[in-house]
């Protein structure tokens, strides 16, 4: 073999290896050199200021207004899961609530302490009740409350799926343990019924997507063991108290409307409540309270958001303040700005 040719040879073929490598590497690109313009801001001292000033001065009238109509809103809250029980039950509390042959007519006397304008909202309130837990969301089928053609897809309702095998309609845990405690309410002063309104208390959505008019319940609390209330002959887009409980709260503590009463209520007023104390919640040391509550441009009763933003503002303007005292009093003097990188080497060239 010719030295030369070996010698030449091996030369090209650096060469090849040195042209493969290169023709590997990425394109110039300002995007990926991170060279693109971009909003560089430098936080002195009189931009820091005014920037938490504004922040103050904007969110502190938007706490104030959120708290004053919170606070605008008229609530009456009662407890009585514990009052509903007979002296003689209340240290078989599981025995007296489960005894189907025990009458739990309960009556209670509320007072409206501030005019109440239509529409009320009629709430039931349950503590200690976790209906995020894992296994009861799961318990469900949402293609059988959907679809009449889908009756038998009960795969992720155990146990509360069949019945003697025929498909339980609507099966599943949440649907089986649907609250069964009634509301009906007087006017004292009169004696005159006060009519619970409980149509429109569902999400549209929900009526209109996940709840099909051609579904009807079949087989629905027929098994050895009651979960809770029971259903009508109804389609299931017009069973809204079903549809309302079907949505899982996030927190052990949640409300659900139950109806609206639409006429208004003037300060003073005695209602007096006659309740069914049906739902068992003392086996899990939960609490039931009903709740009679007005609303503002803002919703419910909820002072949360008027305190979070007085206390954002409020912190804000506390620091601007602050901020401006130190640079006053003790002001520093700023860098040259033309020495920062971007402004010596614009765009990497």
């Known amino acids: 073999m010719n030295p030369s040719s070996s010698t030449t040879g091996g030369a090209g073929s650096d060469d090849n290896t040195s042209i493969r490598r290169n023709s590997n590497r990425p394109k110039y690109s300002r995007f990926t050199q991170q060279e693109l313009p971009a909003c ?9 200021i005014s920037v938490f000033l504004l922040v103050g001065i904007v969110f502190i009238p938007i706490g104030v207004v959120s708290l004053l109509a919170s606070r605008d809103v008229v609530e009456i809250v009662d407890r009585y899961d514990s009052v509903c029980v007979p002296l003689n039950s209340t240290d078989d509390k599981i025995g007296f609530i489960t005894n189907s042959s025990i009458d739990k007519t309960c009556f209670r006397t509320l007072t409206v302490p501030k005019k ?4 009320i909202y009629v709430y039931y309130q349950l503590e200690n009740y976790y209906q995020n837990h894992r296994r009861y969301v799961k318990s469900r ?6 679809s009449a053609s889908k009756r038998d897809d009960t795969g992720s309702c155990d146990p509360e799926d069949r019945v003697n095998g025929q498909p339980i309609v609507p099966c599943g845990l949440i649907a089986w343990s649907l609250f069964n405690d009634t509301y009906s309410f007087t006017r004292s002063i009169n004696n005159k019924s ?14 209109d997507h996940k709840f099909g008019k051609d579904v009807f319940p079949l087989n629905f609390q027929s ?11 109804e389609s299931l887009d017009k069973q809204e108290n079903l549809i309302v ?13 139950y109806g609206k009463i639409e006429v208004d209520l003037e300060q003073g ?6 309740l069914q104390n049906n739902y068992n919640t003392y086996s899990f040391d939960g609490k039931k309270k009903l709740v009679l509550s007005t609303t503002s441009w803002i919703g419910g ?4 958001l008027g305190i979070a933003y007085l206390t954002v503002g409020g912190l804000c303007f506390f620091l601007a303040m602050t901020f401006t005292v130190i640079y006053l009093v003790k002001p520093r003097q700023l860098g040259d700005p033309t020495y920062l990188s971007w402004n010596q080497n614009p765009g990497g060239n």
């Open 269 to 274: 007023d005695v209602i007096n409540v006659t």
């Open 116 to 119: 109440m304008k239509q529409p």
């Open 301 to 304: 009763k909820n002072d949360f």
């Open 141 to 146: 089928s949402d293609q059988q409350l959907k």
């Open 223 to 233: 098994g050895p063991l009651i979960g809770g209330g029971n259903l009508t002959n």
């Open 194 to 207: 006060l009519d619970v309104n409980h149509k429109g208390i569902a999400w549209k959505s929900d009526r």
């Open 245 to 257: 409980w079907m949505r899982t709260a996030a927190l052990p503590t949640f409300r659900k409307l």
């Open 40 to 48: 560089k801001p430098i936080l002195t001292p009189k931009w820091v």
